[in-house]
């Protein structure tokens, strides 16, 4: 999954950053609200961390922007502005959830984790494909009752093409999906992650199909390579 952190203060943007990527997720981090609102024009992401009080563009504008704009990427506001009144406020704009700050980094990644599996999974804990369950906010897959053991690497790859089963997904999506502004995955280290997760998949039912030229495509009913 690809985050977006919307934080002006370094430490409690560094401190987010690390738990999510510590959780395997791909993070970019902005710190000013007009930087916030060009980043979610350009980039697809699957969840924002939105501090209200951003220089340059108030929180509160990149979400009613992004709201306008038919976004419907979950958005876990964090701020120290404190009330029923601008917690109403916040969620009638369109905000997902509230944290004030300070908070419990536990408490953080629950939140996130809720945030995702309601949205990727469309309210079940778990996607179903033949064999393959697979729990994204999580991170865990099997087959049958067997942990299917996965590098972050792996999992990414699956995530991003569980999420469309049955759809192409193309391998600039699949390099979005996994990598930061500050990161770079080559074009061999995408294929080799495929490649590996193909064969952890074999003998479950469901397999990734290569379309040539194109992407690649998650597949339910047989093996196919």
Not at 138 to 155: K, M
């Amino acid at each position: 999954m690809r985050v977006l952190i919307a934080e002006d203060d370094a430490a409690i943007a560094a401190g987010v950053a690390a738990a999510l990527r510590n959780g395997g997720h791909a993070v970019d981090v902005v710190d000013d609200g007009a930087r916030a609102d060009a980043a979610l024009h350009d980039t697809p992401y699957d969840l924002l961390v939105l501090d209200l009080g951003l220089p340059k563009l108030d929180g509160s504008e990149v979400l009613h922007r992004l709201r306008k704009r038919g976004g419907e990427i979950p958005v876990l506001v964090i701020t120290a502005r404190e009330g029923l009144r601008e917690r109403v406020r916040v969620l009638d704009l369109g905000a997902d959830d509230y944290l004030v700050k300070p908070f419990a980094l536990d408490e953080f990644k629950a939140r996130v984790r809720a945030l995702l599996r309601r949205v990727t999974s469309k309210g079940t804990p778990e996607l179903k494909l033949g064999h393959l369950r697979v729990d994204l906010p999580g991170r865990r897959a099997w087959i049958d009752e067997a942990p299917l053991e996965l590098t972050a690497r792996e999992f990414g790859v699956l995530a991003a093409l569980a999420t469309r089963v049955g759809r192409l997904t193309s391998r600039a999506q699949l390099v979005e999906s996994l990598c930061s502004w500050d990161q770079e995955l080559t074009d061999n280290g995408l294929d080799i992650a495929v490649h590996r997760l193909r064969r952890k998949l074999r003998g479950c039912g469901t397999g990734v199909r290569t379309i040539r030229g194109l992407g690649y495509m998650l597949e339910e009913g047989q093996d196919v390579g």
